[in-house]
């Protein structure tokens, strides 16, 4: 039974909020406050969390950042209407999803079981796997069931969503994924986002790989088409 963490500052929504998502089997804890519930969040980790964005003292940008210090726990944002800027902003962030108001909690509690089903079982296409279930080319090993990243055997810390575009570009090296096919490796089919969603994931992505090795540069861009990881380390690598 997983466990949702849902933090807004409205405790109507959090009533409502619990009452969706437990009548669909999820247990939830719900805050009101911001640094409370990352205090509780980092003592008993929940499955997934669910972050408003504004709220007093700490609002979701800022608790989201706090979190992906350590952590890569599945993490949906909660955006105003027309905060377009603030959904970009969240996903270079590393948020796995952001949903706009106003929603239903239907549609909220679809949004969950598809992030969350991507960390559980994972989507895309089977990967070529090794006897230890591990998917390594060049430098970078994958181990989808740990939801584990190494890059030349240091970890790299991945949300769900960045760990599935590595897996789908790395599992085929040398092959280009359209953003297109990429972003429905990444995200639900129920769920629309264009392509510029892709762009922050994968301009994430390489940050990360980067603080690990500054000389990262095995996602290649092909304007106009996608992306592919690299069959082949550069001279020199």
Known sequence: MPTIAVIDDDHEFLNAAAVAFESEGYRTMTYADGPAALDAIRRSPPDLAILDIEMPRLDGMEALRRLRKGSDMPVILLAAEEAEAE???????GADDVVRKPFSQRLLVERARAVLRRRLTGDGEAPRETQTRTIECGHVCLD??????????????????EFQIVQALVSR???????????DIA????????????DCHIKRIRKKFRRVDAAFDMIETLYGIGYRFRDRLPHGA
């Not at 989808?144 to 949300?159: G, M, Q, Y």
């Not at 995200?187 to 892709?198: A, G, L, N, P, S």
């Open 144 to 161: 989808p069931d740990r939801h584990l990243c190494t890059w030349k055997s240091r970890p790299v810390i991945l949300t769900v969503t």
């Open 187 to 198: 995200h639900d089919d129920k769920i629309c986002v264009d392509d510029r969603t892709i």
């Open 87 to 93: 959904e970009l902003i969240g996903f270079k962030m």
């Open 173 to 183: 090296p040398g092959v280009v994924k359209s953003r297109d096919a990429l972003m």
